[in-house]
């Protein structure tokens, strides 16, 4: 498959908002609506730490690197990876300025607690994914830390994940060349969500406009 | 639906307003005369040369809070904006809408129909709360006539036609808006709809209560990404919001009048406030101009149901819906705009 064109690149973030609302993604990356609420609030706090590109670190036998741009031209994504941790590995790869062999493993960090379901874990092996296709290397492992336990959890990459995360991305490259905002079916992750205001869900299982008139005009 | 914040509107002329961390504050030579935190404002309105530093423009633009300079006398000055909300897809659908008529006509037969909805309401609300005052037959008859009306506009698709429905439903509703004036008659009286300049107080009243119901509209169309300038019944003309002229068309009635004739039927104002010029412009004084924005603000806190979210909301969140439902609309989620129907 040929890569993707630099300019059609999607938000890497966005798998998160696709994976919890296809509509929900729409409206953030197609029709760039944006509210902050309480959670996406606690989201920008929690990246704070993060969010330092200038903050590089030495520990050991790892290298720290924070809010580090990552793109793939295969997937046609882009984003930034909360923290990179590259690890002194004999089956590593070379790293231009530093000595020695490394292997990158990725650090996506989320407010909460590990959730039920695994959305989160898709961003983060989108994000692997890049790693690998930009440093040549073959990866298993990446990490998400959740702010509210203060614990990271291991996140183990099978080949079955990638086929997966490559399938969302396909879809979503889809509607976004459609310029297409889907109808989603509201649920209670709708009171979850910041776009509520902007999405009016309960819109959408709304009788249609002209009945609603036509009952007016009757009364 | 959002929250509704507060407008702060500064009527004190000769203000200057900054930004001290995340307040505004209002100075008026070397003295502080007031300082609100920018997080529970929805929009800024200034009347009279009030200047405001770039940093606060700065802020305002940031959050969406939507600047406005108006001159003493409330007319429209310019406003600060920051990038445009939403994105270019859904505005060159809406220009695609107006470039092509009888799509126009198709959004705009539903604004109109608001509009002779809510006029027909208007009329039939007070036959039932002031029975023994008013001409009842007259206003039945106005009201049976604008039913008609109502008909006609509902298999329009031609913007002529249309406007010439419009016309007519609204001489029947002027003819008799003076019997909707129960107190002070002697000092307001509706005779007629004047604008430049308005020459009698209820005129003044009323051009004064359209321009804020315009800001708060066209604030409403560009958070959702709309472009206010660009219209459906109204067609292009430079520096004209069309759109927001539009969506007006449905509220004037409900949201603007009716708060006229509540102002004067509660006798919140009275005749002292009115002064005349010398060639019959009526204007108002600063102090019944504050009058008037007091009760303004009061009203857009008041709850109602949406008609078509059946959702409760507060009146000041009634432009921020229907802008909503016409992006919306535009986007294609709705198969027709619903216009607010109120009763």
């Not at chain 1, 300025?97 to 607690?113: C, F, N, T």
């Not at chain 2, 423009?57 to 006398?73: D, N, Q």
């Not at chain 2, 006539?145 to 506009?153: C, F, Y």
Request: proline share 4%; glycine share 6%.
């Amino acid at each position: 498959m040929p890569d993707y064109n630099e300019d059609d690149y999607l938000l890497l973030s966005g798998i998160q908002h696709f994976n919890f609302c296809r509509r929900q993604w729409a409206l953030i990356h197609v029709e760039q609506q944006w509210e902050e609420n309480v959670r996406t609030l606690e989201g920008t706090y929690v990246h704070r730490i993060a969010d330092q590109p200038h903050l590089r670190e030495k520990r050991g036998n790892k290298l720290i690197v924070r809010a580090l741009p990552v793109h793939s031209g295969t997937l046609g994504i882009t984003g930034i990876c909360d923290v990179v941790e590259f690890v002194r590995d004999p089956a590593g790869i070379p790293l231009s300025g530093e000595e020695g062999l490394y292997l990158p493993y990725p650090v996506e960090y989320k407010r909460g607690k590990p959730k039920k379901n695994d959305s989160d874990r898709s961003q983060l092996i989108a994000q692997l994914m890049c790693l690998e296709e930009m440093l040549a290397c073959d990866l298993s492992l990446g990490y998400l830390y959740y702010n509210e336990t203060k614990h990271r959890v291991e996140v183990p990459v099978t080949l079955s994940d990638r086929e997966q995360v490559k399938a969302v991305l396909q879809e979503m490259h889809h509607y976004f060349a459609k310029k297409h905002t889907p109808k989603a079916k509201a649920g209670p992750h709708c009171q979850s969500c910041s776009l509520h205001n902007v999405c009016l869900p309960e819109m959408l299982k709304k009788r249609s406009v002209a009945s609603y008139i036509e009952s007016r005009l009757s009364e | 639906m959002k929250k509704l914040l507060n407008t702060l509107f500064v009527t004190t002329p000769d203000t200057y307003l900054s930004l001290d961390g995340e307040n505004i504050v209002i100075r008026q030579e070397e003295n502080i005369l007031g300082r609100y935190p920018l997080h529970n404002l929805e929009a800024v309105c200034t009347f009279g040369y009030a200047g405001v530093s770039p940093a606060l423009m700065g802020s305002c633009a940031e959050r969406s809070i939507g600047l406005t300079f108006m001159t003493r006398t409330g007319r429209f000055l310019a406003r600060v904006t920051g990038e445009s909300r939403g994105n270019v897809v859904l505005r060159k659908e809406q220009y695609r809408i107006s470039d092509d008529e009888r799509r126009s006509a198709l959004v705009a037969r539903n604004f109109i129909l608001g509009k002779i909805y809510n006029a027909k309401w208007i009329l039939e609300r007070a036959t039932r709360d002031y029975a023994l005052r008013l001409d009842i037959p007259r206003i039945k008859k106005v009201s049976a006539a604008l039913s008609e009306s109502m008909n006609l506009v509902h298999s329009v698709e031609d913007l002529d036609i249309l406007r010439g429905v419009e016309g007519s439903a609204a001489v029947q509703y002027n003819s008799v808006f003076d019997e909707l004036i129960l107190q002070q008659k002697d000092d307001f009286f509706f005779r007629g709809r004047n604008k430049r300049p308005p020459l009698d107080n209820v005129n003044a009243l009323l051009s004064f209560a359209y321009t804020l119901l315009s800001n708060d509209v066209r604030s409403a169309l560009e958070s959702v990404g709309l472009d206010a300038y660009v219209g459906f019944l109204h067609r292009d003309r430079p520096g004209r919001a069309s759109l927001a002229l539009d969506m007006m068309e449905e509220l004037r009635g409900v949201y603007a009048d009716r708060f006229v004739l509540s102002l004067i039927n509660k006798k919140l104002i009275n005749p002292k406030g009115f002064y005349r010029k010398e060639n019959g412009a009526v204007l108002m004084d600063d102090d019944t101009r504050k009058q008037v924005i007091k009760g303004w603000q009061e009203r857009k806190q008041e709850k109602i149901i949406h008609p078509y979210l059946n959702e409760k909301i507060s009146w000041g969140l009634v432009p921020y819906s229907q802008a909503l439902l016409l992006a919306r609309y535009i986007r294609g989620d709705l198969d027709e705009y619903p216009p607010f129907l109120w009763k």
